[in-house]
């Protein structure tokens, strides 16, 4: 149980980003009043908690309905997650784990960005939506780990919602370089999941069956 507690969290913490989501509510809610901000950071992180844990609760079944098999979901998913652990190393941006230039540009023209772009897709980005169901898919019939799985991603959540209600301190106390640290270690683990994920699939898939 322990291990997959510590797996949930490095992946959600990875796909999620906390640091990542600070940074980018701190400038795009600059000009806004402290109460304001702390709405936003609330009603953004309650939103995307609803839509993570829809994916968690509806994710296999949505698999189901679609005719998709589990192994494809585990490669599938690693490939995803192997995407997103690049972007992370190398500090380039795709749009896996952030906004993209066009849509930070809409972004800072709007009033509230409780749904766009802090929910969604900040927050509850692709990586986020995918690890979810990837990581109950692992658990899965283990009621057990799966309320683990579930705690994890509350407790990186929570983290998010923290990380964002102190974004201009966490942002000036670690700075730029901190925060790349911090981003490229994770990287560096969550590519070496991704590849486990792949290599799980395949094994499960049976194609390489003799």
């Known amino acids: 149980m322990i291990e997959t507690a510590i797996l949930a969290f490095a992946t959600f913490f990875a796909t999620i980003g906390p640091p990542d989501v600070a940074a980018m509510f701190a400038a795009l809610t600059h000009d806004a009043s402290p109460k304001m901000r702390r709405r936003i950071a609330f009603r ?14 509806a994710g296999e079944l ?24 690049i972007e992370m190393v190398f500090a380039i941006s795709s749009g896996g784990t952030s906004t993209t230039p ?84 994770l990287g560096v683990l969550l590519t070496a999941l991704a590849v486990q994920f792949v290599l799980d699939g395949l094994v499960q898939s049976e194609l390489f069956a003799t």
């Open 44 to 57: 953004g992180t309650l939103i995307a908690t609803g839509i993570l844990l829809f994916f968690v609760v």
């Open 62 to 85: 949505m698999l189901s309905m679609l005719g998709i098999s589990l192994p494809a979901l585990r490669i599938a998913g690693g490939i995803l997650l192997l995407l997103i652990g």
């Open 102 to 185: 066009e849509e930070t540009a809409e972004a800072s023209s709007k009033q509230d960005i409780t749904v766009f772009p802090l929910a969604m897709p900040l927050i509850a980005g692709p990586g986020a939506m995918g690890a979810s169901i990837l990581l109950m898919s692992e658990v899965s019939g283990d009621f057990l780990l799966q309320i683990t799985v579930v705690g994890a991603l509350l407790f990186v959540l929570l983290l998010t919602w923290a990380s964002m209600l102190v974004a201009t301190q966490l942002q000036r106390f670690l700075g730029v370089t901190g925060m790349q640290v911090i981003s490229r270690v």
